[in-house]
């Protein structure tokens, strides 16, 4: 028998000769092997590149249907925005936009080092009390574009920019000139991701027009109970419609994916702002998402909120009352101004955010949105 080679690792010349089975055996630690997780690809090619000059053309023929009788959101306004406008203000021909600009506020995974080329669209279908861009969406700011003058600008933001995708800020109004400047700029050259960030009250109508052309669906899931929808959001049946519109964007995109370099290109990414005294809402809303939609979905658990809009206001009429401060119950001659949506005109608490994301965690969800511990971007 040959002797152990020198070249052996110790504990394989330690297994081995006719002494062997009186030296105790030593196990060499296991390998591990670091495979690419099924969310990280390779290479990703934009999904409206993918789709055939046939599917383009019907996409364009259904955009001018929809502008004709309006169904693109729950509102159902059903007009011909040719002609007059429903709920959002906006028309048929051209769109409302307030800013266009590289965005530096989303999350690091989508605005990356060059920053998310955000279109801000001036008008909304909600009217949430507490908006926290309610200087663009509440109001009619900006400058027109038609659809091929807004792809124009998405060839800007690319070439110009160096932006990582073009992110569309409260798009529900306008998905169908959304749909034409796409696919103007796909001739034109453009060649990153779409990313579709909505409140969520889209119609599945919407949805379905959308498919094919948006590569990232940045959703929000704002309140649970009809209750709240109809006061905070003046929308009535918010949450069913915000699920079925989740359902359907997971549907298409499935779950966030990212290249190497930590930038998503595709999937969906799902924020839940955490407002103040409404966290048992948002711990009905995590486990929903986490029995319906996807254990593996990727969530923002925010705690941004602050007061904004109308919270905090004073009430219009009746809006001062005695306030009781000496004994006795001797009302004393100090009034105290009502505001409007007392309840949440406060910063939400730490520990309001902290019990959603423990709820979160309980519910199997575990792809959170993490703020970078280093201080720098977090890819």
């Not at 529900?172 to 990153?192: D, F, K, N, T």
């Not at 649970?224 to 109809?230: C, F, L, Q, R, Y």
Request: proline fraction near 7%.
């Amino acid at each position: 028998m040959s002797p152990p080679s020198p070249f052996l690792p110790p504990t394989l010349r330690l297994s081995r000769g006719p002494l062997a089975s009186l030296r105790p055996r030593i196990s060499l630690p296991r390998r591990g092997l670091h495979l690419a997780p099924p969310w990280l690809l390779d290479e990703y090619i934009p999904r409206y590149h993918l789709i055939s000059s046939i599917d383009a053309a019907k996409k364009r023929s259904e955009a001018y249907a929809h502008l004709r009788e309006c169904n693109l959101c729950p509102r159902l306004c059903g007009v011909n925005r040719y002609e007059k406008t429903g709920v959002c203000l906006i028309g048929a021909e051209t769109v409302k936009v307030n800013t266009i600009a590289p965005h530096f506020g989303e999350e690091p995974c989508v605005q990356g080092h060059t920053g998310s080329g955000s279109v801000f669209f001036s008008g909304c279908n909600l009217r949430c009390v507490f908006c926290q861009n309610a200087d663009i969406a509440h109001q009619r700011n900006g400058f027109d574009l038609t659809p091929e003058e807004l792809g124009e600008w998405y060839m800007k933001l690319q070439d110009v920019g160096r932006v990582h995708n073009i992110n569309l800020v409260t798009p529900e109004h306008v998905v169908p000139q959304i749909v034409l400047s796409i696919l103007h700029a796909r001739e034109l050259g453009l060649r990153i991701p779409i990313i579709y960030n909505t409140s969520s009250f889209d119609s599945l109508e919407s949805i379905k027009l959308l498919d094919g052309l948006v590569d990232i669906y940045l959703p929000d899931f704002k309140v649970w109970s009809d209750a709240t929808s109809k006061r905070l959001l003046k929308a009535d049946s918010y949450t069913t419609t915000a699920m079925e519109s989740i359902k359907a964007m997971h549907e298409q995109v499935g779950d966030l994916c990212f290249t190497a370099d930590g930038i998503a290109k595709k999937g969906v990414l799902l924020r839940h702002l955490v407002m103040p005294g409404k966290e048992d809402e948002g711990k009905e809303i995590v486990r929903w998402l986490a029995e319906n939609v996807s254990k593996d979905l990727m969530v923002h658990i925010m705690e941004q909120y602050f007061p904004r809009a109308h919270v905090g206001k004073p009430l219009r009429a009746g809006g001062k009352h005695k306030v009781t401060t000496e004994p006795g119950g001797i009302p004393s001659s100090e009034t105290k101004t009502k505001v409007r949506y007392d309840d949440i005109n406060r910063p939400v608490g730490l520990d309001e955010v902290a019990s959603v994301r423990r709820a979160a965690e309980e519910a199997g969800l575990w792809r959170f949105v993490e703020a970078a511990k280093h201080g720098g971007f977090n890819i």
